[in-house]
């Protein structure tokens, strides 16, 4: 894989897709359906994916495409691959509360590698360099040029007082009696995968997931959070989170910064 290329590609159709998802987030109103997991999907997640979907079939056309919208591709099996979710935070979308992101990864023998992390109603952007470095960009975006980025990195926590950040939407008892178990100066909600990119830039200390994930929802953030020197692990054994499971489905897991001290499940 040419990472030059890689990154440009992820970037550009970030920022495209983006753009559609905020266009008609500004609408009066949208379209709402229920997928068959109940799960809610709107216009925008699929005009997002049809952009970025397209953009990597034609930049990469050998590489394997799992995309969240598509059913079919959930049925491919590859060791390298390249994984998306068009609008990650749909319910955060429908809702207007901003808290969504556009999330395009790259996988390579069960390990997130690359990836990119666009919020657009926020305006932050995050993505893995060329040299696999973590970085944040700073706005106006430009399709074609990139502009001022900060290199990002974890927090050395104080383990007296950590900052969690947890599910804005699907926060549940046990992941509080998890969280109890730490001694917490601040805890902070947020949507989508803009949990992972708070601990990248030392804004959070520690996010648990004790809920349904898919691969999709977490690759970009991983990758991110990896290229700033951050850790995701299984919850139960704490061993690394690897992808191209079955199904694209994961464990629950904890993201975090090496220097937290885990509690056990």
Known sequence: ?????????MRRLALEA???????????????????DNSPVTEADEAADEI?????????????LITEEQAASHGVK????????????????????GDFTVNIAYVVDGLPVRGVVYAPAKERLFYTTTQGKSVEETGPFDKETVGETTEITVSDPDNTALLVVASKSHRDQATDDYIKKYDVADM????SSLKFCLIATGEADIYPRLGRTMEWDTAAGHAVLNGAG?????????TPLIYGKAEYANP??????????????
């Open 230 to 238: 951050g850790r995701v692990v299984r919850f139960d054994d704490h």
């Open 252 to 265: 629950f897991f904890i993201a975090y910064s090496p220097e937290v001290a885990l509690k056990p499940a």
């Open 1 to 9: 894989m040419d990472f030059d290329t890689l990154t440009h590609v």
């Open 188 to 191: 902070k909600s947020a949507g």
């Open 78 to 97: 590859a060791s390298t691959f390249l994984i998306v979710d068009p609008l990650d935070g749909t319910k955060e979308f429908v809702q207007r509360r």
């Open 18 to 36: 983006g753009d559609k998802i905020m266009e008609i987030y500004a609408a009066p109103n949208f379209d709402v359906k229920s997928k068959s």
């Open 52 to 64: 970025i979907s397209a953009g990597l079939r034609e930049a990469f056309p050998d590489v394997a």
